[in-house]
């Protein structure tokens, strides 16, 4: 079956500590993202890459870091630099070339940090 | 700035009735809408979705409606059932000459409850 891994699905950390989300998708997309959801809010677009080796900051960049080295994978590092790192992030992907495609979206991972 | 807005964070309707679910946006860039359902704890679920260059697009129980000169859309489900019951959410691409496609701006959801 095809479809994006997020894991973990449950995240705790300190505060300070830097933590990597992992995200991976067989669906063979060209492009992916990774969103952000906060209660009462919608999602929010955090970094998108079109193409490997190649990413691009969405709406709330600062405090993250990403790469994407492989075509199935886009990892998300949630530096301590982010102030309000407790959150639900989504990753997502899309195929990209030039038409309207839907986002295909993972379970998520629900960071906690304390 | 909130370019997508969904002004119900709630809506509550009866087995077997319509459920309309309401969204509007500024941005007037916006050609492509969708909405998504999402389950407690799971990424959202594509539904259905619909080009600027038409004002309705159907899909079994589910009909999405546009209207550009409102900036507003819809999604109506016919005949709701209680597994129906969600979060829904709206949203919208800009075709900034093509570089664009899968960046969604979200609205904040709304939450739908089907009573049996």
């Known amino acids: 079956d095809g479809g994006i891994t997020q894991s973990p699905k449950y995240l705790f950390r300190k505060e300070g500590q830097n933590v990597t989300l992992s995200c991976e998708q067989n669906l063979n997309h060209d492009a992916m993202y990774w969103y952000r959801q906060d209660p009462g809010q919608g999602l929010r677009l955090i970094y998108y890459?079109?193409?490997?080796?190649?990413?691009q900051k969405g709406d709330i960049a600062e405090g993250y870091s990403v790469s994407r080295e492989k075509k199935e994978s886009f990892p998300l590092t949630v530096t301590s630099a982010q102030k309000n790192p407790t959150a639900f992030y989504l990753c997502?992907?899309?195929?990209?070339?030039?038409?309207?495609?839907?986002?295909?979206f993972g379970n998520g991972t629900r960071l906690t940090v304390t | 700035d909130q370019q997508v807005k969904q002004n119900s964070p709630s809506l509550s309707v009866q087995e077997g009735r319509i459920s309309i679910l309401n969204c509007d946006y500024t941005n007037s860039m916006f050609d492509y809408f969708l909405w998504y359902k999402k389950y407690p704890a799971e990424g959202p679920t594509f539904l259905i979705s619909i080009s600027s260059i038409k004002d309705k697009n159907e899909d079994g129980r589910f009909t999405v409606f546009l209207n550009k000169s409102a900036k507003h859309l819809s999604l109506h489900i016919v005949p709701s059932q209680p597994g129906d019951s969600a979060v829904y959410f709206c949203a919208a691409s800009a075709n900034a000459g093509g570089t664009s496609y899968g960046k969604l701006t979200f609205g904040q959801g709304t939450i739908l409850t089907v009573h049996p």
């Open positions: 997502a992907s899309s195929i990209f070339r030039g038409t309207n495609s839907p986002l295909h």
């Open positions: 890459s079109q193409i490997v080796n190649d990413f």
